[in-house]
Nanobody, 115 residues
Framework: VQLVESGGSSVQAGGSLRLSCAASGIPFRLATMAWYRRPPGKERELVATETSGGSTNYADSVKGRFTISTDFTKNTVYLQMNSLKLEDTAVYYC??????????WGQGTQVTVSS
């Protein structure tokens, strides 16, 4: 099983980034996909989730700005982040709970938003 994240970078406030999480060895059927983040000096927090049925949920802080999506043909989860704010600076982690409820994590990708 492997989750490989990419797309993290430094960007100015107001900019956009798209994070990707390519998974191998995990069946996406009946899985739940999610993105978490850990801001500097803070605990990890849930950013967005998507079920295999397509239902999504977002943290209040990112609603209307972030979009989670999944390409089941590529076993890849995305997080489109628009209108980035300074407080979005964090290490972002991909998480997939497979149909057995077993959680799998990516290695994290750094997003830094500057003014």
């Amino acid at each position: 099983v492997q989750l490989v994240e990419s797309g993290g970078s430094s960007v100015q406030a107001g900019g956009s980034l798209r994070l990707s999480c390519a998974a191998s060895g995990i069946p996406f059927r009946l899985a739940t996909m999610a993105w978490y983040r850990r801001p500097p000096g803070k605990e990890r927090e849930l950013v967005a989730t998507e079920t295999s049925g397509g239902s999504t949920n977002y943290a209040d802080s990112v609603k209307g700005r972030f979009t989670i999506s999944t390409d089941f043909t590529k076993n890849t989860v995305y997080l489109q982040m628009n209108s980035l704010k300074l407080e979005d600076t964090a290490v972002y982690y991909c998480n997939i709970n497979d149909r057995r409820g077993i959680p799998w994590w990516g290695q994290g990708t750094q997003v830094t938003v500057s003014s």
